[in-house]
């Protein structure tokens, strides 16, 4: 049985702008993390990040 992947979509001043994958939604622990990864490699501020269970997570 294939297990079902959940998408999140990281935004930095309202332009989606790097996404990851994953087995489970990401808690917002996990969410800052690879915000603060994405930023070193230069994507900018995240601010939001929805994933493909509609959550939205505002992390400024």
Known sequence: ?????????FYAGGKAVCFSEWYEPL??????????????????????VTDTTGRLVKLA
């Open 1 to 9: 049985m294939a297990r079902k992947i959940i998408v999140h979509t």
């Open 27 to 48: 808690d917002e622990y996990h969410l800052r993390k690879k915000a603060a990864e994405f930023k070193e490699r230069g994507y900018g501020e995240i601010d939001t």
